[in-house]
């Protein structure tokens, strides 16, 4: 069973900075594509971010020079750092662990919530 829980999520002001963390269980986690989504309300979810096994990093146009993302294969657990945030990054952020060969798999974690308001 693969477990995948978020933390780091909160409220803070258009311009600061939060950093999110997924840590996993259960899996080959070096094995594993890990990836950022995000879900706003009334809009559909979208990929902020992505880490391939290797560690290449991958962003959406919106968060490129603001988000970083970086993996720990020691601790199993990647992270998100966001900097100069704003309003329009106000979603529920999700972990996603992904392979497509053996051992393959696809799973999600609860979710956490990142709001932008002053």
């Known amino acids: 069973q693969v477990q995948l829980v978020e933390s780091g999520g909160g409220l803070v002001q258009p311009g600061g900075s939060l950093r999110l963390s997924c840590a996993a269980s259960?899996?080959?986690?070096?094995?594993?594509?890990m990836g950022w989504y995000r879900q706003a309300p009334g809009k559909q979810r979208e990929l902020v971010a992505v880490?391939?096994?290797?560690?290449?990093?991958n962003y959406a146009d919106s968060v490129k020079g603001r988000f970083t993302i970086s993996r720990d294969n020691a601790k199993n657990t990647v992270y998100l750092q966001m900097n100069n945030l704003k309003p329009e990054d106000t979603a529920v952020y999700s972990c996603?662990?992904?392979?497509?060969?053996?051992?393959?798999?696809?799973?999600w974690g609860q979710g956490t919530q990142v709001t932008v308001s002053s």
């Open positions: 996603n662990a992904h392979r497509s060969t053996w051992p393959a798999g696809d799973y």
């Open positions: 259960g899996t080959i986690f070096r094995l594993y594509a």
């Open positions: 880490s391939t096994s290797g560690g290449s990093p």
